[in-house]
């Protein structure tokens, strides 16, 4: 589990502005507040105005200054001068705005120009002592990079250093030249995926770089890339970022024991929608499309570990699928041999092989002549793996969302209802009972990682019976409103990692079997977590387009002794797909650690397979990204591309108000199928501006075409936005008929209400270490500024789990002065706000929680339970230590119901 932290700075381009140019953005941004502050008194005098009759477009040239095109009423004269003198002096302010800003823009670029004309010897910039303090300092997880620094838990580093980029040619500056902090240099080391979509970049101290290089890349060096062709420039960044990447470290890793393999790849038949981006015509195929069956996936042996999970180490990434490749070869009396990307045949039974990579999983391969020079390298400079995203033990159902909503477009308002039930239910039931209460409190079964405040309630549920627990059950409720009218359901679903049959990529690669046949036919799935249904939805995220995959579960009983002998090889609680199936470009995944979100609610995948009527898979031909020279130049280039030209946002709005258009509604078929292939082209010219930073390819719709998919989103968002994206009402459409709009009126929203609980009062001396303890005037002070200040980030949030580890530690130093210990500062905390009555504890439960948990444990009796998975709907649930049933409740009600059914059969009711 990730619960190591350190801490770091984060910085801005301002931060490195001389002072002539924060003197220039210091005065665009007191134009600009000045601008709104004046624009606050437009609104109370327009509507004066409408009051004397003025009509908007009057108001509009008044505004412009064009009173000569208005009829001033007399008796309105003062108005509508002091609504002319504010008008101009927020022009005269706009104009001020602008041209601070288009000096100082002229300055950083003349700035920038200069460096290039002199190699950087003109100016480096600088980040002053003074100018960081604690709003620069973020939380983060332990790293490959962070372990190879010799970065301490909780430390704060300036090793490394973050830039959110707000002025490119500033940004053009440092990673050219690098800058200094505290006289020490640090030049530009990468930018995650996640990184360059908020437009942040990582820079390293150089010296430290200097030490590290050859272990964060395995032996190479840019030198050496670049004489071997060079690499793309974004894709390069993304491989280096694994190193930055959240992950606990594998020390058990042993890199002798792993190959590298050529990718699973077969050519599987079937129907799609060929969109050709060259005219974005649409053409129905019948025709073979290549699929990379692994492409992302190795396979690890269940003896390592009985979980799938996501690997990391230099330049390699992706999921390690559990397989038993030793059991295959021996049961199908095949030979151990198999060659590795480089030629070299292996034994796997003779070495010991116990992970496969693919090579898709070995981004740098080509730049390595053997397996063997990329595993003395790895030895050779300490490097390291680690793990991530390990499969859980219990996986908790989901919730579905808008986009997998609103694909339904053939949905009747019974229908509607039968699949808002479960929502609508549990936001009426809030405070029913003390269960529902601690279940919208997360205190379930599947939370295994509880906050100090969750772990108290569930050992001593009186402390419900709290304002401050009322208060955060309001919140929760309120938050789920919120989610459910946003289309945001519950739903009986389950995020699974998507895994390829991995018994036919063994027929592959120890069968040598170019087609083979493997364990799964067309339309076929393996999903254990729902053995119990015979038919599945599996969806992932983005769904942009119709992409409701309806799947047989082969994990089902109907199948017999086949899903028994499946189940011998897929061991793990993910999801298997067929090597026939043409599912992955349905969902547009790779099984590099995707995951679906796998719907077993039969409702919902009846309702999802009748709107999948007539659909198939897009495909469109994609580009392939261009290795280029790796340099200051070229990797500006790159980056400047990667932030200016990957905005996918507007492309996934215009679909969201395509499908949510009147023509679904009312439209005829020939409208409604216009409209569904405007959502084609969508698609795929999405696909082109998500790989535009790597490519530099990005075509354009041709006029027509433009104008045709303008007549759907020429418009405003649709009105369940407001909800979805917290966007305001006069951002969105009026509510229409489509199906996510019509869930606002089928949610509830009911006061909280708990008079009818009887729940027990609460002895809060039960959570104190000593009750005899008094709580000072000066920790009550302290505790009520810094709860005033903290308390809205941290209600209801975890140190570790949430990044607030820096926060939490130095919440408790400022209290730490007063000379008391941590436990003494939590019994004074409990006394003033428990036995006082005070009504915000957020604070106290944030950074002191722990403590009053195991006073709870000291002074109460704990009964013993344990957690059971219901053998019929395989739910997991929390029971007595000597409770020997083995059903959930509903399960439970369900069997006793069949038995009544036999009971003539049967003589008792077994054990259940």
């Known amino acids: 589990m990730l619960d190591k932290q350190y801490n770091m700075y984060s910085v801005d381009t301002g931060h490195f502005y001389s002072n002539h140019e924060k003197y220039l953005h210091d005065m665009n941004c007191k134009y600009r507040r000045e601008r709104n502050y004046v624009q606050n008194n437009l609104p109370e005098i327009e509507r004066q105005l409408k009051q004397f009759g003025y009509t908007e477009d009057d108001i509009k040239n008044l505004k412009n200054d064009k009173t000569e095109e208005v009829d001033i009423i007399e008796s309105s004269y003062n108005t509508v001068s002091e609504y002319l003198h504010w008008s101009r002096l927020i022009r005269h302010k706009r104009e001020k705005a ?54 301490k838990q909780d430390e704060l580093t300036d090793v490394l250093i973050v830039v959110q980029v707000y002025y490119f040619d500033v940004f053009k500056d440092i990673s050219f030249y690098g800058f200094t902090y505290k006289g020490e240099k640090y030049k530009y080391f ?43 420039v974004n894709k390069h960044l993304a491989y280096m970022a694994l190193t930055n990447s959240a992950t606990d470290e594998w020390k058990e890793f042993n890199i002798d024991k792993s190959i590298v393999v050529d990718d699973f790849e077969t050519d599987v038949y079937g129907i799609f929608d060929f969109v050709d981006e060259t005219d974005y015509s649409i053409t129905r195929k019948t025709d073979y499309v290549p699929i990379p069956h692994t492409d992302g996936a190795g396979m690890i042996l269940p003896s390592v570990s009985s979980k799938n999970f996501m690997f990391r180490a230099p330049w390699i990434k992706g999921l390690l699928g559990v397989f038993n490749f030793r059991k295959f070869i021996e049961v199908n009396d095949y030979s151990p041999i198999i060659i590795d990307i480089y030629g070299q045949e292996h034994d796997v039974i003779k070495e010991d092989i116990q992970i496969i990579f693919t090579k898709s999983q070995f981004k740098m391969a080509k730049f390595y002549d053997s397996w063997d020079e990329y595993k003395d390298s790895f030895k050779k400079y300490h490097c390291s793996a680690g793990k991530c995203n390990v499969e859980e033990d219990r996986i908790k159902n989901a919730k579905i969302n808008y986009q997998m ?20 239910e549990r936001i009426s039931n809030v405070c029913s009972s003390k269960d529902t209460m601690m279940d919208i409190l997360g205190i379930t079964p599947y939370n295994t990682n509880m906050t100090a405040f969750q772990k108290a309630v569930k050992m001593y549920p009186a402390l419900l019976n709290d304002s401050y627990a009322k208060d955060v059950i309001r919140e929760v409720k309120n938050s789920l409103l919120k989610k459910y009218r946003s289309g945001k359901l519950e739903v009986n679903g389950k995020y699974t990692f998507l895994l390829p049959d991995f018994y036919a990529a063994c027929e592959f690669w120890f069968g040598h079997i170019d087609t083979p046949t493997g364990l799964l036919s067309d ?32 994990a089902n009983e109907v199948y017999g002794d086949r899903s028994k002998l499946i189940r011998e090889w897929f061991t793990t609680d993910g999801i298997y797909a067929s090597t026939h199936d043409l599912i992955s470009k349905i969902l547009m995944y790779d099984v590099d650690g995707d995951k679906s979100l796998v719907v077993a609610d039969q409702d919902f995948v009846r309702i999802a397979e009748r709107n999948m009527n007539g659909i198939v898979p897009l495909y469109y031909n994609m580009r392939k990204a261009e290795p280029t020279q790796l340099n200051n130049k070229n990797i500006y280039a790159g980056l400047n591309a990667a932030f200016t030209g990957g905005n996918i946002g507007i492309y996934s709005n215009n679909i969201s108000k395509i499908w949510n258009n009147e023509v679904f509604t009312f439209g005829t078929d020939a409208e409604k199928s216009e409209a569904i292939d405007c959502v084609k082209r969508l698609c795929c010219q999405n696909n082109f501006v998500i790989d535009y930073a790597k490519t530099l390819y990005k075509p354009e719709f041709p006029h027509e075409i433009n104008e045709q998919i303008a007549k759907y989103t020429n418009c405003k968002l649709p009105a369940f936005f407001e909800y979805a994206k917290d966007k305001e009402k006069s951002q969105v459409k009026k509510r229409n008929e ?49 709860n005033k200040q903290y308390r809205y980030m941290i209600n209801m949030k975890d140190e570790y789990i949430d990044n607030l580890r820096y926060i939490a530690c130095k919440i408790r130093d400022e209290f730490a002065r007063f000379g008391y210990s941590e436990e003494t500062i939590t019994d004074m905390l409990l006394e003033y706000l428990y036995g006082k009555g005070k009504r915000y504890k957020q604070l106290l439960w944030f950074c002191y929680g722990q403590y009053a948990v195991n006073s709870l444990e000291k002074n109460i009796e704990i009964k013993k339970t344990k957690f059971i998975q219901c053998i019929d709907c395989g739910e997991w649930i929390e029971l007595p230590i000597e409770s020997k049933s083995t059903r959930c409740d509903s399960c439970k009600k369900e069997y006793r119901r069949k038995w009544d059914r036999e009971r003539k059969k049967n003589n008792k009711i077994p054990l259940m």
């Open 98 to 151: 602008k041209e601070s800003k288009k000096k100082l823009l002229t300055l950083l670029s003349n700035k920038m120009n200069q460096n290039e004309l002199t190699d950087g010897k003109d100016h480096l910039r600088t980040i002053k002592e003074d100018s960081l303090n604690d709003t620069n300092i973020i939380s983060v997880f332990d790293s490959a990079l962070s372990r190879t620094i010799d970065i």
């Open 405 to 424: 909503l609103q694909t339904l477009t053939n949905i009747s308002d019974d229908e509607i209802d039968l699949l808002i039930q479960k929502s609508s």
């Open 738 to 786: 489509s199906f996510v709009n019509k869930i606002y009126d089928r949610i509830p929203n009911k006061p909280i209400n708990t008079r009818g609980l009887k729940l027990d009062t609460i002895n809060y001396k039960y959570m104190m270490s000593n009750p005899q303890i008094i709580c000072s005037k000066e920790v009550s002070d302290l505790y009520d500024e810094l």
């Open 523 to 554: 339309k076929e799935v393996f999903c254990w977590l729902f053995k119990r249904y015979e038919k599945l939805d599996c969806l992932r995220s983005p769904h942009l387009y119709k992409e409701h995959a309806i799947r047989f579960n082969v």
């Open 190 to 232: 990468t930018s995650s995926a996640g990184q360059i979509r908020k437009k942040k970049a990582v820079f390293i101290k150089e010296s430290v770089w200097n030490e590290i290089e050859k272990t964060v890349m395995c032996g190479l060096t840019i030198d050496k890339i670049n004489s071997k062709g060079g690499n793309n």
